[in-house]
């Protein structure tokens, strides 16, 4: 429920937080962090909880998860859990009813097979474009808007005014250093209130502006949904530091876990415990997007998914990643792969 006294802004302002979202959770929308169990969400969980005491918000706060099931680092759900638990933050959890992320992939398998038997040489034409089968690609986004974002959206429904906060930095690529700090939140956003299509960031943060004046004129008619990017301005120091360590001490603990060292590596260590495995990004143990060596760390530490990954890829003929084969990483990753299923 909003409250109608607090449409002041509040005493204490802070700076990093944008006035039209200032104006939403003033308003007393709530409040969803969106985290994945890396660095820049635990970051931004940390700093936004703070933050809610110090402003006073008296819309709900609560952290919120997609779990993607096995393809997920092992560990990544107890993580999240364990950081909620410490500051005090309800943890939602939610979850593709029709199965996880391998199971999405395997049913787009199936239906190509499907098409296969139905028309003969379907198949060996569907492979000619790249963005054809089954996998997920850069253009073809569909296990984070289906897997992430729809099943997010499904629990944020129950608010009538909500902002999810989303960790991601316009350091980590170009296309979002595009990225506007927040706009309408448009799937789950009442018709009247949807931004125009084809907007750029400025123009997505002038919109929501407007629409969170337009929706208290109606009087609080329909849903508004913001998304905030809280840590998109935050350069990798901040997170780490943030997180009450740095760059170079994660490079020593990398240099103690290659050794050996694994208990000196990750003791006290705050973040997921991939990092120092030697992970540049925590995304899916294998992303179809991750770097060769972060496919070959997750394939290392994640054995019995990228052996189910592989036979995927032979069974159908398409690899995981163009060109790329999960079937055919180095010899010296195969033979820790083989002893891992040993243990």
């Known amino acids: 429920h909003l409250s109608l006294v607090s449409l002041t802004a509040p005493t204490q302002s802070d700076a990093s937080v944008p006035a039209a979202v ?6 007393g929308a709530a409040m ?20 809610h005491q110090s402003q006073g918000w008296t819309g709900q706060l ?20 364990s950081i909620c638990a410490k500051l005090g933050v309800t943890l939602v959890t939610v979850r593709r009813q029709k199965g996880s992320m391998i199971d999405r992939w395997d049913e787009r398998r199936q239906v190509l097979i499907s098409q296969q038997e139905a028309e003969e040489g379907a198949i060996a034409r569907c492979k000619e474009d790249s963005n054809s089968d089954f996998w997920s690609s850069s253009t073809a986004r569909y296990c984070t808007k289906e897997m992430k974002t729809a099943e997010v959206d499904r629990y944020l429904r129950r608010f009538n005014a909500v902002v999810c906060a989303v960790g991601i930095r ?11 700090h927040f706009q309408v939140r448009n799937d789950i956003t009442t018709t009247a209130l949807k931004a125009s299509k084809g907007l750029n960031a400025e123009q997505h943060e002038e919109w929501a502006t407007t629409a969170i004046a337009r929706w208290i004129e109606s009087n609080f008619k329909g849903r508004l949904a913001l998304t905030w990017n809280a840590v998109l301005d935050w350069p990798i120091e901040k997170v780490w530091e943030s997180l009450g360590t740095s760059v170079e001490a994660l490079e020593q603990r990398r240099t103690l876990y290659q050794s050996g060292s694994l208990t000196a590596a990750l003791r006290g260590w705050p973040a997921h415990w991939a990092y120092v495995s030697g992970n540049s990004r925590l995304s899916c143990s294998m992303c179809v997007l991750a770097s060769a060596y972060d496919i070959q760390n997750g394939a290392k530490h994640n054995a019995r998914t990228w052996i189910e990954l592989a036979l995927m890829e032979k069974q159908s003929g398409w690899s995981f990643q ?3 084969w999960l079937s055919t990483l180095d010899i010296e990753v195969s033979k820790q792969i083989q002893a891992s299923e040993r243990l």
Do not use: N, Y
Request: charged content about 25%; overall charge neutral; proline content about 3%.
């Open 22 to 27: 200032q104006q939403a959770l003033g308003l």
């Open 32 to 51: 969803a962090v969106s985290v994945s169990g890396g660095k820049d969400s635990d970051a931004m969980l940390r700093h936004l909880t703070a933050l």
């Open 62 to 81: 609560f952290a919120i998860t997609a779990d993607l099931g096995r393809i997920e680092w092992p560990g990544t759900l107890e993580h999240i859990q």
């Open 170 to 180: 316009a350091e980590e690529s170009s296309s979002r250093a595009k990225k506007p």
């Open 322 to 324: 163009q060109g790329k």
